[in-house]
């Protein structure tokens, strides 16, 4: 079974900072692509940003130029650089992961991590 493990969230100032992190921990499994998806209390979840493993991105509108997704391969690992972070930004932040466990391919959710903006 494969485990997403989020980390790096918690309260930050309007225009600050925060890099989320997300660690995904198993055996025999390869990663094809993951995200970062949000949601906002009393909203739906929304996606954010995607990345292959091959390193192509995508980002939704509203977090263009303030925020980088990356992954390092080799620690099957991704980072959600967060900069000049405004109180639109707070929300529960997921990761998710698209998993190859042959024969199978699969989703798989982490537990959140909570980002607050306020002054």
């Known amino acids: 079974q494969v485990q997403l493990v989020e980390s790096g969230g918690g309260l930050v100032q309007p225009g600050g900072s925060l890099r989320l992190s997300c660690a995904a921990s198993?055996?025999?499994?390869?990663?094809?692509?993951m995200a970062w998806y949000r949601q906002a209390p009393g909203k739906e979840r929304d996606l954010v940003a995607t990345?292959?493993?091959?390193?192509?991105?995508n980002y939704v509108d509203s977090v263009k130029g303030r925020f980088t997704i990356s992954i390092d391969n080799a620690k099957n690992t991704m980072y959600l650089q967060m900069n000049s972070l405004k109180p639109e930004d707070t929300a529960v932040y997921y990761c998710n992961a698209e998993i190859v466990k042959v024969p199978t391919v699969v989703e798989v959710w982490g537990q959140g991590t909570l980002v607050t903006v306020s002054s």
């Open positions: 198993g055996s025999r499994f390869r990663i094809n692509a």
């Open positions: 990345i292959t493993i091959g390193g192509s991105t």
